[in-house]
């Protein structure tokens, strides 16, 4: 599965790039988020982990952008979790310097919960009478994502 990579730091790209390529996957680096855009023209990502202050300004429209196509993303980033804002697009958060084995145990979470198919359950209300009288009776429904 493909994973973009988008990071200021040549070191810490490299780093992170040897890693995730060493666990057996593609991955596509970029050094800002003109040039993440670029990428996204011709790939869909399935994992992306961005580096949040970049040169041409912060990630948080591209993690949007991204997580609204399916793609599962985390911050990498320098700034403390609390200088980030909590938005649904971010599935998780590491902060630099990590464990690159945790970074790569969660991508391959990620990837495997993908391959998997996880299941979304919704409650949809569904009016029915009885004898006459009107009831609102849930059915649950399950719908793979």
Not at 63 to 71: E, F, K, N, Q, V
Not at 78 to 105: C, N, Q, T
Not at 106 to 116: D, G, H, L, Y
């Amino acid at each position: 599965m493909p994973v973009l990579v988008v990071e200021d730091s040549f070191l810490v790209a490299a780093s992170l790039e040897d890693a995730l390529v060493e666990a057996g996957h593609q991955v596509t680096v970029a050094s800002s988020v003109a040039e993440a855009e670029a990428a996204l023209a011709g790939t869909s990502f399935a994992i992306a982990l961005l580096d949040y202050m970049l040169p041409d300004g912060d990630s948080l429209g591209l993690a949007r952008r991204l997580g609204a196509s399916g793609c599962k993303v985390a911050v990498v980033s320098g700034v403390d979790r609390e200088v980030v804002p909590p938005d649904p697009a971010i599935s998780a958060h590491f902060v630099k310097p990590m464990d690159e084995r945790e970074l790569i145990g969660w991508v391959k979470a990620m990837i495997s919960e993908r391959a998997a198919g996880a299941v979304k359950i919704s409650r949809a209300a569904q009016p029915r009478r009885i004898r006459g009288t009107a009831l609102a009776l849930a059915r649950w429904v399950s719908e793979f994502v």
